[in-house]
């Protein structure tokens, strides 16, 4: 009884998702040679698009798409049908969903709602686009990006808030490619439709709403996993100032699952590292700074010059927010928070979300002086559809 109930309230959720939304193009396997792909249809009725033709999709049909040429090949039940510049597998109906999978087996197959389009780029390769509704996209990002660290709805409603802004404010990224995001991390990761009913229900609570600032703009809503305590301003991250990215003190991640960590390194490295950095050595106060790097006061910005953000991607450190200390022939180093603290704590939104505060609230306090607003998130789509249209003209 509980599975039919929650399976009823997903699907309840997913129909008022789509209803009177729009569509995105975001590209699946963007980062992936793809050359041959299954199509199943999973879940309602789908038909295919192909030349001037279509037909309807049957269950039980085995439906294969091939990059040959500069065209894609289309095989239904092992029978080639042709090759074609443009095929599409449209759905009918209000609640669809389907199966793409790589004939490579080291690729994972996926499963996504609406529509799926099928071209070739220009390395000859399968170019999937996912036709979707903005909702559910958003649902399948927050999932990508957050599930498995709570099952609190409250933060995946301010987290779908996060993912809607990115979203609108980098729609256009990939305008001349002729569709707005891909899947990869050079957009939001996105691996498909979401399952889970507290990330959808999440979505569904946050339908229209923008985080803004001030003035009523748009802001960019970074985030990361865990501040250590303390999130940094973007200009020592980024070199840019922002208003609503300030660093301030975070206890809500204080003792959470990734505000702790430590390194060791040989002695020998940690040295030679800066010594080829153009560092003296051999200074007495700088030999035992090294060893005695502290941060306890308060975050910093570099290292004798060099910028944190520099030494953690050179050591693969989880933050820059660390203190040193000799232990034998290594040096410890004893960190707090994970990525680049910038923005929202995901750890410390769903410590706020559990102790009861208000997504809004959650979003008031990562992002200096902004608050959230609803707007009509059709006419965003539309005007950027519009920009696609006339660039391929």
Same mark, same amino acid.
């Given at each position: ?11 309840? *959720? ?19 040679? *793809?050359?041959?792909?299954? $199509? ?6 789908? @038909?295919? !698009? ?8 049957? @269950? ?10 500069? =065209? ?10 042709? !090759? ?42 399968? !170019? ?46 990939? *305008? ?46 970074? $985030? ?71 941060? =306890? ?73 902004? =608050? ?22």
């Amino acid at each position: 009884m509980k599975l039919l109930k929650k399976l009823l309230l997903i699907a309840f *959720i997913g129909f008022s998702l789509v209803s009177n939304a729009q569509k995105i193009n975001v590209r699946i396997y963007a980062a992936k040679p *793809i050359k041959e792909v299954s $199509f199943v249809s999973s879940f309602g009725r789908y @038909k295919v !698009k192909f030349g001037e033709n279509e037909t309807n999709i049957q @269950k039980t049909d085995i439906i294969k798409l091939r990059a040959k040429d500069d =065209k894609v090949e289309l095989l239904i039940n092992d029978s080639i049908i042709g !090759k074609y510049k443009n095929i599409s597998f449209l759905s009918q109906g209000l609640m669809n969903f389907f199966l793409v999978r790589p004939s490579d087996s080291t690729i994972k197959e996926g499963r996504y709602d609406d529509n799926l389009m099928v071209s070739i780029d220009s390395k000859n390769r399968l !170019k999937l686009i996912n036709n979707i509704e903005t909702e559910s996209y958003i649902a399948g990002v927050v999932q990508a990006e957050t599930w498995g660290a709570t099952k609190n709805v409250d933060f995946f409603k301010l987290q779908a808030i996060c993912v809607r802004n990115y979203l609108f404010m980098n729609i256009n990224k990939h *305008i001349k490619q002729g569709y707005h995001m891909c899947d990869d991390v050079h957009c939001q990761a996105y691996k498909g439709r979401a399952n889970q009913v507290e990330v959808i229900q999440g979505a569904y609570n946050s339908k229209s709403e923008v985080i803004v600032d001030s003035a009523g703009n748009l802001i960019e809503t970074l $985030f990361h996993s865990n501040s250590g305590g303390e999130t940094v301003n973007s200009e020592d991250v980024w070199s840019k100032p922002f208003s609503h990215l300030v660093g301030k003190k975070d206890s809500f991640s204080v003792g959470m699952k990734a505000y702790e960590w430590e390194k060791y390194i040989k002695l020998k490295d940690w040295r030679r590292y800066f010594k080829d950095k153009g560092v003296n050595i051999k200074d007495d106060s700088i030999k035992n700074e090294l060893i005695n790097f502290s941060q =306890k006061e308060g975050r910093k910005k570099d290292m004798f010059g060099i910028p944190l953000v520099q030494i953690r991607k050179d050591f693969g450190l989880r933050s820059t927010f660390f203190d040193c200390q000799e232990w034998g022939s290594e040096v410890k180093l004893k960190g707090r928070g994970y990525g680049h603290g910038v923005g929202m704590s995901q750890e410390g939104a769903i410590n706020m979300c559990d102790q009861g505060f208000e997504y809004w609230q959650v979003i008031e306090f990562y992002f200096t002086g902004s =608050k959230v607003k609803r707007i009509e998130t059709d006419k965003i789509i539309n005007n950027i559809n519009e920009l696609i249209i006339n660039d391929n003209k």
